[in-house]
């Protein structure tokens, strides 16, 4: 007994304390759609905790993704693309973007460095200097492996525009400079504790996770209109027994016609998004997954403003 006692006194005494130069701290991503802020975010996390697709528009809420390791904790809020809104879920997403960034000890602004700078990145480069206060800017210039010569024509333009504290150009699908570029991150952020545990990843349930997987399906299946018309509801989350969970959600389109194009011919699309989404989310829970799909319409949910609340979009004074 009283070995064991001993045992655990000095076993105590050798559990990891925070290092007094540990770095902790919240980096809001913003940008235009589709410049790549989730990849960025999820290839650091190295899980998908933010849904991905070529579509713009594609995050509609701020999802924490948390990074830790030895050194430090990056608590990433990543953001719906700014862009200029046509209906008031346009508007709710970029003012939730704005508000974020007035939360952030560093901001990272990631753009497309492919491309030319459009007037949605003006738009993001005046949010950044609108709603911060004086706290570093991290400029990413992504997409560097879509450039053959790994260099952009259009970094003078980037640099001006968003005037950062430093930039990178990087590759958030092949890699290139992302290790650098997070180090960069970690160096500006305040010393301190980290404010999760060190296993927490993200502040999202796995309700909404599982809706997300089905809407990135879906956005990957659909084209046009119908992509932005849709949303998604986890009805029923239940472990059947030891192996199997069983997953009942509802897509929620705006007009029939675009009800009949997610259903399709002989129900043949649905079946389609519903295996895909499956795959991932057995990879996400790590168990067999019965997922059953429902298609309903939901007029107008985009324009008001408690079909949004309902929806568990965080309209502004809620
Ligand atoms: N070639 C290339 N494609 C990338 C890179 N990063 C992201 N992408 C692609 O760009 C598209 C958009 O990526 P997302 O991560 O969804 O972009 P986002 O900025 O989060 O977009 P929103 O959520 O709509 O604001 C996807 O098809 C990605 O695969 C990159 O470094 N290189
Ligand atoms: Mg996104």
């Known amino acids: 007994?009283?070995?064991?006692?001993?045992?655990?006194?000095?076993?105590?005494?050798?559990?990891?304390?925070?290092?007094?130069d540990f770095r902790s701290g919240f980096v809001a991503v913003v940008g235009r759609p589709n410049v790549g802020k989730s990849t960025l975010m999820n290839a650091?996390?190295?899980?998908?905790?933010?849904?991905?697709?070529?579509k713009p528009q594609t995050t509609r809420n701020r999802l924490l993704g948390i990074y830790t390791d030895s050194t430090a904790q990056v608590i990433f809020m990543d953001t719906p693309g700014i862009h200029q809104p046509r209906h008031l879920l346009g508007k709710v997403m970029v003012d939730t973007a704005m508000r974020t960034l007035k939360d952030a000890d560093v901001v990272l602004c990631v753009v497309d460095a492919s491309e030319a700078p459009t007037p949605e990145d003006i738009l993001v480069a005046e949010a950044i200097h609108r709603n911060t206060r004086g706290q570093p800017v991290v400029l990413a210039l992504n997409k560097i492996d879509l450039l053959p010569t790994g260099?952009?024509?259009?970094?003078?333009?980037?640099?001006?525009?968003?005037?950062?504290?430093?930039?990178?150009?990087?590759?958030?699908?092949?890699?290139?400079?992302?290790?650098e570029l997070l180090k960069q991150i970690i160096a500006l952020l305040p010393i301190g504790p980290a404010y999760y545990p060190p296993d927490q990843i993200t502040d999202q349930t796995e309700r909404f996770l599982v809706a997300?997987?089905?809407?990135?399906?879906?956005?990957?299946?659909?084209?046009?209109?119908?992509?932005?018309?849709?949303?998604?509801?986890?009805?029923?989350?239940?472990?059947?027994?030891?192996?199997?969970?069983?997953?009942?959600a509802t897509l929620y389109v705006e007009r029939d016609s675009q009800k009949r194009i997610v259903i399709g011919q002989d129900g043949r699309m649905l079946k389609a998004i519903g295996q895909s989404a499956r795959q991932e989310i057995e990879q996400l829970l790590g168990r067999h997954v019965y997922l059953d799909l429902w298609v309903k319409v939901w007029p107008k949910w985009r324009k008001k403003e408690t079909d949004l609340r309902r929806l568990g979009y965080r309209v502004k004074g809620a």
């Open 1 to 20: 007994m009283d070995d064991e006692g001993a045992l655990s006194a000095s076993s105590e005494l050798m559990l990891p304390t925070t290092p007094l």
């Open 44 to 54: 650091w996390l190295g899980q998908k905790v933010a849904i991905v697709s070529s």
């Open 151 to 179: 260099e952009s024509p259009y970094t003078p333009a980037y640099l001006e525009m968003v005037a950062p504290t430093v930039w990178l150009t990087v590759s958030a699908t092949r890699g290139d400079y992302r290790d």
């Open 212 to 248: 997300e997987l089905i809407r990135e399906a879906a956005l990957h299946h659909l084209h046009q209109e119908v992509p932005h018309a849709l949303a998604v509801v986890t009805d029923e989350f239940t472990e059947r027994d030891e192996r199997t969970t069983y997953i009942s």
